[in-house]
């Protein structure tokens, strides 16, 4: 297949790296030159018969009265987008608004020449995790986590894939692990390719390195580029929602691009969080290369051919709506009230969580994303999932467990009022357990 | 994993058949007991600190005004929905409007008793078959489909999931067959489970059976389960929209349902086209038993597993569009208002293909559903490509080439008025590369 073919001979000539790096699947997918690719060319043509939405005849959208009822607030143009099949890499102008939105502050940091592609449009931001799996990981192609990580990445990685999870601690004696990936790594011979995810923000942490901690990750990740093709998976799923003081909240995909030519960074955004847009599901795939090169273009392909056989294209109707968000001149302002309504919940929860006075529980450090994270000691005698489980039948409290020994507050979703009396009732559940 | 291991169990009991189609990742994927499951369980509860979704912390989304703005259309409650995370199954209400559309009809021809699960939610259908595929096809699972298909089905079977795709002629001396698919499984050792596809009204042909040839296309496929377990997977994309008259528009899922305890059909099926949302990415999955059952629960609980890995969750802004139509009590009537307009536009073009004049070129029967299919006859001494690279360049008119020698026309996609016209060009094009 010469279009496949096409695109593994543009990456092998300009990233010997991403070709080691390719997964089974990963060599055999490319954008087929298919209907949507028949579309495209056909687009601005007099008579446009290729392809098979539903429109006026004139490239107009014919919803019922109902459904265009519950898109009211936006122009007829945007319905209209909104109604109708997006390409399969996503809508150009929301594309570019995009790049200019991961983009923003590079220039005043002195870094605005670091490359990065036109994002490609997913499904939400695992959507982009699993397009990230299905080309770059599979049986034989180890990924590396620090533990205890979001529990979904298992799922993606490891039973989808079935890719061998490796991991190392996040905290270690209570304070943030930066070499964690690269211990994680440490026993994967010499040469063999492997994944490294960074989710920061952290999930379930919610915690984002110092700049003295950002040094000692990239160079954790350079010295193990020295031994192998890396990739690194930069969830970025909560970037920029950093409260304390002096925490750098760029994204450390800028600090690992172009810092080796084994060291392929990749960054998986979205709307979701950056723009409370859970329902709508936007994530964003993003590679550390010049967006006009063949390069970009092979892997955009590649991913063209992923999404294409795992959704068919992206959501219009929510890129529309994320589109004008964009564009309305007002981003960073409503991205910044979001940001400081959940410094306010961070600081309660801090001061709540510092008042925690037990021998079976510690508070670990955070200071961004929506997640604080607290350890049990072993000698509570119960695991974190009895906790949960207590914590629901007898106070009327939800949290999340993570085996053997965590416990995960998301206070993103709890009043700043509420915070104080969710620590309290934690720390009785812990308590009432240890004396069982 | 004793979460998966419960699946499997109860799959094996109810339907070994099931269990026998499932694939290497159909059998170790299941719904995890994670953040959903344990966010699930702490809905209504007092706090609810579970889920990374930024709210006011009394389960309010809090978007900024220009996304708010977007969708002014909907109700407050509506909104808060649409901007918020759905179940990773779907809305519940939505689900449960879905489920009746699919079965209007069913009481009136006397067949209420056919069994169907709650619709699964999915990102449109081809994330519906994107799933099937993971769960009952790979490297030897036989795919059986008819020929001419639609391209998608090679990425989404063949290329993704590395499964072997057989076929056998749509269509013999002009007619359609009825037989192709199990005539594309007839050297597949007996005993060995296969999928076959079948997607009526069909893409590319438009073409829905009439009531003889739907007679013996259920013959052939329950003969075909005496042979082996056979999952047919009813890509109902078009479903409904058939406009010549005596011809059956029900989905072939309730003719193969309950026929063989080895005959599963799955439904795939959405409001892409029955409600012209193609931006929105609104699909199902629904499988022909009991709804309360344990089948139901474990084959659900192993596609969420999957919706999970693959995506999150499916949309909620769209599928709150798409259940304020189901709710509006006119549902009927803007599905009939779109079908209406497709069936005159198909009765001019069916005039204007039989007034085609040429030895090089015969219109394929059809009679539903968004296109017409076009073929050639080798004495043209092109390919397909080549006419639709001539009509690109020299006629303004773009449509979509299936090799060797077909032509698709998306008649859904023109107005009625230019149809005469695009037909006179396609032959003309034709005419000419005869000549050269």
């Known amino acids: 297949m010469d279009y496949v073919d096409a695109t593994n001979t543009a990456i092998r000539g300009a990233a010997p790296a991403i070709s080691h790096l390719l997964s089974a699947l990963g060599r055999r997918v490319a954008f087929p030159p298919d209907i949507p690719f028949q579309a495209a060319e056909a687009r601005g043509k007099e008579f446009n018969a290729t392809i098979g939405q539903i429109t006026d005849g004139a490239g107009r959208a014919l919803p019922g009265e109902s459904l265009a009822a519950g898109l009211a607030g936006l122009s007829d143009e945007q319905r209209n987008r909104a109604l109708l099949y997006s390409p399969v890499q996503g809508l150009p102008d929301l594309r570019e608004s995009w790049r200019e939105w991961q983009r923003r502050g590079l220039a005043a940091a002195g870094r605005e020449a670091l490359p990065s592609t036109l994002p490609i449009v997913t499904v939400g931001l695992t959507h982009g995790l699993s397009i990230v799996a299905d080309l770059f990981t599979g049986p034989k192609r180890t990924v590396a986590v ?12 490891g039973v989808r894939r079935g890719a061998p999870v490796v991991t190392a ?18 026993n994967l011979p010499e040469g063999e390719p492997a994944v ?3 989710n920061l923000p952290s999930n379930p942490g919610g915690y984002s390195p110092t700049e003295a901690e950002r040094s000692q990750i990239v160079d954790s990740l350079v010295r193990e580029a020295d031994r192998r093709p890396l990739l690194v998976i930069c969830d970025d799923a909560y970037a920029g929602l950093v409260y304390a003081p002096g925490i750098p909240s760029a994204s450390m995909f800028w600090d690992l ?24 599901r936007v994530g964003f795939l993003t590679f550390g290369c010049e967006p006009d090169g063949e390069l970009a273009q092979a892997l955009e392909n590649k991913v063209k051919g992923l999404v294409r ?29 979001v940001r400081q309504r959940l410094a306010e919940r961070y600081e309660i929860l801090k001061t709540s969580l510092e008042e925690i006075d037990s021998p079976h529980l510690r508070a670990l450090p955070f200071n961004s994303g929506c997640f604080s994270l607290l350890e049990m000691s072993s000698k509570v005698g119960a695991t974190a999932g009895e906790v949960r489980r207590l914590l629901l039948d007898e106070s009327e ?13 998301a206070f993103c979703s709890v009043a700043k009022t509420a915070l104080p009396e969710v620590v309290r009732r934690i720390a009785d559940g812990v308590e009432t357990l240890a004396r069982r």
Chains 1, 2 share one sequence.
């Open 257 to 280: 691009n172009s810092k080796h030519e084994r060291l392929i960074p990749v960054k998986v955004d979205g709307g979701t969080k950056e723009f409370s847009f859970f329902g709508g």
């Open 397 to 409: 409290t939800g949290i999340v467990s993570i085996e053997p020994s965590f416990l995960r507050i």
């Open 169 to 186: 601690p996040s905290y270690v004696d209570g304070a943030f692990n930066p070499g964690a990936l690269a211990q994680a790594l440490v």
């Open 196 to 198: 490294a995810i960074l």
């Open 309 to 337: 056989s795992t959704v068919g294209s992206p959501v219009s109707t929510s890129q529309i709506l994320l589109q004008s968000v964009l564009e309305s001149g007002r981003a960073e302002e409503e991205f910044e009230r």
């Open 146 to 157: 620090p533990s205890p990580f979001w529990g979904n990445y298992r799922q993606t990685f």
